[in-house]
Structures are given as C-alpha cells and as structure tokens.
C-alpha cells in the first residue's frame, strides 16, 4: 500500500521558513517524479514545485521561484521543500503527490498518488 506522509507545516510569521517534508513508502521512491502542490481557502489546487525522478530536474511556480527549494533524498524515501521568505498568501495545505518514471513537471492529473496534506500559515 502507497502512502504519502507530509510533515513540517505549522504557523509562521511573514519573512520566516519553514522545511515540509514528504516520506513515502510502498513504493520504488527513486523510480517516481514528486511534486509538491498547494490549496488556499476557496482557491483551486495549484502547482508548487516538482523534482524529476532521473537527472533531478526541478521545476517551480513563479510564485515561488527564488523562494522554495525542492530536494529529494532517495535513501530515506523522502522529498522536501524548504519555504524561505513566507508571505501570507504562500498560506495554504501543501500536498506532495508522486507520478512513476513520468520526468519534466506533470500537470496535476498525471500524478498517481497523493498525501493527505499539511497546513501553512503564513501571518503578516
């Protein structure tokens, strides 16, 4: 069974960071591109970051570029993104999902598993 387990979320002043954290299992972790993808209040899900799952090609929202960095660790199953200079509208519930041997960035719908998500809030 895949699971998807995010961590690291919390409350945050304006200008702070925060490091999310996204530990898989069930799964061949190298062979999978992971994304990281985010949803405000009244808002659609959105695209934050990706990592591909050969090369380690990254790929990120302009929202975020200059801001988050995506990172994965294969040994330890897991996929990070690190959230330096938080604004309050960075606020959200940040998913990671994963799609098998697909690289670039997929849409959203070509992702084949997701987490269950963690909250964000960035307070101006």
């Known amino acids: 069974q895949v699971q998807l387990v995010e961590s690291g979320g919390g409350a945050v002043q304006a200008g702070g960071s925060l490091r999310l954290s996204c530990a898989a299992s069930?799964?061949?972790?190298?062979?999978?591109?992971m994304g990281w993808f985010r949803q405000a209040p009244g808002k659609e899900r959105e695209f934050v970051a990706a990592i591909s799952w050969i090369g380690g090609n990254t790929y990120y929202a302009d929202s975020v570029k200059g801001r988050f960095t995506i990172s994965r660790d294969n040994a330890k199953k897991t996929v990070y993104l690190q959230m330096n200079s938080l604004k309050p509208e960075d606020t959200a519930v940040y998913y990671c999902a994963a799609r098998f041997r697909l690289s670039g960035s997929p849409p959203e719908g070509e992702y084949d598993y997701w987490g269950q998500g963690t909250q964000v809030t960035v307070s101006s």
């Open positions: 069930g799964l061949t972790f190298s062979g999978f591109t």
